[in-house]
């Protein structure tokens, strides 16, 4: 049977992908573009998009395990609806659902709310469902480094509660472990979450110390002025995108974006070996 990948061009989904194929699962993508993909040859593309309900009714045909990420967009939560009632008509019954840690406390952020209410989705129609709960994207950071390397300040507003950084490969490789376990299993497991996190928790002082280490210079923490990062994401995402980003970031300075005293644990039996490093992470950019 078949593992269907939604998000599968993105920086999660493309790790998903490749370590599915690495497992030697039947992989199956949805994407708008074919011809831009540039997904591994083995991987069979069906064009479309998560509003377009003929192309996901073919794409489920012969599909026995979905794998759910979205964007965040205006109608992400429609988007994820449509997707899994076209999986139940197809008679698909086990997820994997990428959402977002504390989803159910950040309850004002409205990209938070809208996963939360999928996870609700996911739940009450019963689905064979693992739900994944990634912190802080490590790889966000990448989109700053311009502003690390060139005017020596770490900007982004996260605070001194800390946040427990995951990069981008450990989710990906723990989502296919659980495609993979979810589709050989020989009757539909429990539902269960589990909270994606980095083996560390850091404050906005911690990075921009890591980032001077590795670059060899003093770079400072840009501070918690949340409404100057919305002004700043503005003059490249939409306003309501930044505005929802600043909201985000308000919560990791009231309360943080912290691992379970298990959390960590979990993930490493999990994935049978340490989880990546901020500092490693930081490492490797600056080397690239």
Same mark, same amino acid.
């Given at each position: 049977?078949?593992? !269907?990948?939604? $998000?599968? /061009?993105?920086? @999660?989904?493309?790790?998903?992908?490749?370590?599915?194929?690495?497992?030697?699962?039947?992989?199956?993508?949805?994407?708008?573009?074919?011809?831009?993909?540039? =997904?591994?040859?083995?991987?069979?593309?069906?064009?479309? &998009?998560?509003?377009?309900?003929?192309?996901?009714?073919?794409?489920?045909?012969?599909?026995?395990?979905?794998?759910?990420?979205?964007?965040?967009?205006?109608?992400?939560?429609?988007?994820?609806?449509?997707?899994?009632?076209?999986?139940?008509?197809? $008679?698909?019954?086990?997820?994997?659902?990428?959402? @977002?840690?504390?989803?159910?406390?950040?309850?004002?952020?409205?990209?938070?709310? %809208?996963?939360?209410?999928?996870?609700?989705?996911?739940?009450?129609?019963?689905?064979?469902?693992?739900?994944?709960?990634?912190?802080?994207?490590?790889?966000?950071? =990448?989109? @700053?480094?311009?502003?690390?390397?060139?005017? %020596?300040?770490?900007?982004?507003?996260? %605070?001194?509660?800390?946040?427990?950084?995951?990069?981008?490969?450990?989710?990906?490789?723990?989502?296919?472990?659980?495609?993979?376990?979810? &589709? $050989?299993?020989?009757?539909?497991?429990?539902?269960?979450?589990?909270?994606?996190?980095?083996?560390? /928790? =850091?404050?906005?002082?911690?990075?921009?110390?890591?980032? /001077?280490?590795?670059?060899?210079?003093?770079?400072?923490?840009?501070?918690?002025?949340?409404?100057?990062?919305?002004?700043?994401?503005?003059?490249?995402?939409?306003?309501?995108?930044?505005?929802?980003?600043?909201?985000?970031?308000?919560?990791?300075?009231?309360?943080?974006?912290?691992?379970?005293?298990?959390?960590?644990?979990?993930?490493?039996?999990?994935?049978?070996?340490?989880?990546? /490093?901020?500092?490693? !992470?930081?490492?490797?950019?600056?080397?690239?």
């Amino acid at each position: 049977m078949t593992i !269907f990948v939604t $998000g599968a /061009t993105g920086n @999660v989904g493309r790790n998903v992908v490749q370590q599915l194929v690495q497992r030697g699962a039947p992989v199956r993508a949805l994407v708008r573009n074919p011809a831009s993909a540039n =997904l591994p040859a083995s991987v069979e593309v069906v064009q479309g &998009d998560m509003l377009d309900v003929g192309a996901l009714r073919r794409a489920f045909e012969g599909v026995s395990t979905l794998f759910l990420l979205n964007a965040v967009v205006p109608d992400e939560v429609t988007q994820a609806l449509i997707t899994l009632n076209v999986a139940r008509e197809a $008679g698909v019954q086990r997820v994997v659902y990428l959402s @977002v840690i504390h989803s159910d406390r950040y309850v004002n952020v409205p990209h938070f709310a %809208g996963k939360f209410a999928v996870e609700r989705m996911i739940e009450q129609m019963g689905f064979s469902a693992t739900i994944l709960r990634p912190a802080y994207f490590m790889d966000n950071d =990448l989109t @700053v480094k311009d502003a690390i390397t060139g005017y %020596g300040v770490y900007p982004m507003p996260i %605070g001194a509660k800390g946040l427990a950084m995951i990069d981008a490969r450990d989710i990906g490789e723990i989502a296919a472990i659980e495609l993979v376990r979810r &589709d $050989g299993a020989g009757s539909d497991l429990p539902l269960s979450r589990i909270n994606l996190v980095g083996p560390d /928790t =850091l404050t906005g002082a911690d990075a921009a110390a890591i980032w /001077t280490e590795a670059l060899g210079r003093q770079i400072a923490y840009g501070g918690d002025d949340t409404a100057a990062f919305e002004q700043n994401l503005r003059q490249f995402m939409p306003a309501w995108m930044a505005y929802d980003m600043r909201l985000m970031s308000e919560r990791f300075l009231s309360d943080g974006m912290l691992a379970g005293p298990e959390d960590v644990a979990r993930l490493t039996t999990l994935l049978g070996r340490p989880l990546r /490093t901020y500092r490693e !992470f930081v490492a490797q950019a600056v080397a690239a």
